[in-house]
């Protein structure tokens, strides 16, 4: 019996040889682009020296894990980081809300319109997108001069971007700007899977729009939006490291100094590859208990997980 | 009675209506309010009276921008490494896609883990870059092009096509006609998955103009230099050389005037930037968010 399963097995091998060969481009691209850096997270123990390579550095433990801990700026960092994904989770609604609203537009046409409109936005860099905010927020920016004409001339202009309070909202609300429309998009698909039947049911008892919103669409978004909540906890200590540092400057460290800026100033900047290895490992392991945590909670109050 | 109430506009529907433009005006307004700026007289750009239509029209930002070499040089490298980049992926992507559909491939669940698994764990930034300094990679503009390995995500988004429409006893009828199977995934797999070609391509295209992170990680010659790195060079860093714009009046008046034109120009750089994703978009919009679609339905 185990011989015949080792023949079919052999025979399907040679059979698939060429898909094999077809498919292998594909496996060592990721082998060497995502495993060998994998492989080289050990340095995060280690005193990486480029003399001795990965594998012949010494092993130091959690040396580089507590310096990282005691380093003055730490809890700013952390902080910073937090605060940013607390703040964006704000603005979980909006994107929701917004769905629901086009849902419910009967001019089919309009709605194309809105909707053409709103996700041109996912479609600008990260880079623009950034350098807007900045043009419109600087001296010469677009809200100086709005401030300016609501003022009548009395406002003195403001560099926005040197105010380190601003910060954070220049980030959350730009982001939002750009994918406000995009991430309706799969709202939108699983409305269109309400049944009509339902909602007809719901207003011959008496509904109103309102009421069929709340009774009959969110249940249905239920589980889309757990889902999306849950993978969002995931990123919470992951804040896009592109976004901040695009937005950053000397003027507003205090409130834009986060892990991934921050691993990256030591990293690339200070050529210090071990420690800045140890802080993102730090902050992986982090985003994974707070995936699981979530999950977790989600499961009990929602009913639904990622597993 | 019934047919009544559903042509009746109530009062829900105006106030949805209302908010739905309110909020799609202000989406659409950083950009429309680029597009007038770059057009006008810098000068009534500052003073507020281009916050509705130009005023003062006039194509001199656009003429000093034209003298950017950089922002040219940058064009040309991100037009070159958006098309090889799109290449490389699609070669790798497409055949490993259709392979992953074979149901009686050996050890197909654990090529589906080995791909599956690199979408939640990374090796992060720093291994990541001295992989690419031990491969001599840094400062190579071939690393924007050959620097990364496939996408998990492409790659399950592909499969599920495969997968979903198109019918494996397609395949059958071509093996019992004597095809290999290289033969097959050529002549039969290839042609019908052209839908999904385009739209990954479009996914991998619009991805690699944007791209920026590698280009600031792994370039330091400023002639290797994407769009993106060079926009975010000029934009942010006030490099701009404002040296052959002439002034009048006081040396006050003088600045504020040079201020006002650097910022003319950047927002004109911001739509020259911006111009070919903004024609493409309408074309490209419908493929990606059926793009989105097929991603959403799990594999």
Sequence with gaps: ?307 | MKKNRRKKRSLFDVINGLLVLVITVIVAYPLYFCIVASLSDPIEVGAGNTLLWVKGFTLDAYKLIVQEDQLWTGYRNTIIYTILGTLYQLVLTIPAAYIMTKEKLPFRNILSWFFFITMYISGGMIPSYMLIRDLNLLDNPLVMVVGAGVSAYNLIVTRQFFASNIHPSIYDAAYIDGAGEWKTFTAIALPLAKPIIAVMALFIGVGAWNHYYKALLYLYDKDYYPLQLVLRNILNANQLDLSNISGSGTDLANMVYRANVAQSMKYSIVMVASIPLIIAYPFLQKYFAKGVMIGSVKG
């Design chain 1, 1 to 307: 019996m185990k011989s015949l399963k080792t023949k079919t097995l052999w025979k399907n091998l040679r059979r698939y040889r060429v898909l094999y060969l077809m498919i292998l481009p594909a496996v060592a691209s990721v082998f060497i682009f995502h495993y060998i850096p994998i492989y080289g997270v050990q340095i995060a123990f280690k005193d990486y020296r480029t003399s001795m390579g990965i594998f012949g550095s010494e092993w130091v433990g959690f040396k580089h894990f507590i310096e990282f801990f005691n380093y003055p700026y730490f809890w700013q960092i952390l902080w910073n980081t937090i605060s940013l994904s607390l703040i964006n989770f704000i603005f979980f609604p909006i994107p929701v809300i917004f769905a629901i609203m086009l849902n419910e537009l009967r001019d089919g046409k309009f709605k194309k319109v809105c909707q053409t409109i709103t996700y041109a936005p996912h479609f600008i860099s990260t880079v623009l997108v950034c350098s807007m905010t900045i043009l419109f927020l600087n001296r010469q920016g677009l809200f100086n001069i709005i401030a300016q004409v609501i003022t009548g001339g009395s406002h003195e202009a403001v560099d926005y971007m040197a105010n380190p309070g601003v910060f954070p909202w220049a980030y959350t609300i730009s982001g939002l700007w750009s994918e406000l429309g995009w991430s309706t998009i799969i709202y939108i698909a699983t409305l269109s899977g309400v049944s009509l039947e339902l909602v007809e049911a719901a207003k011959l008892d008496g509904a109103s729009r309102l009421q069929v919103i709340r009774y009959v669409y969110l249940p249905h978004l239920k589980p889309t939006i757990a889902t999306l909540f849950i993978l969002q906890v995931g990123q919470m200590l992951s804040v896009g490291f592109e976004k901040v540092f695009l937005l950053q400057n000397p003027l507003n460290m205090e409130t834009s100094n986060v892990i991934s800026t921050y691993v990256y100033n030591v990293g690339i900047g200070m050529q210090q590859f071990s420690y800045s290895t140890a802080i993102d490992l730090f902050n992986s392991v982090v985003n994974i208990i707070l995936v699981l945590t979530a999950n977790a909670v989600s499961k009990k109050l929602a009913n639904t997980g990622l597993w």
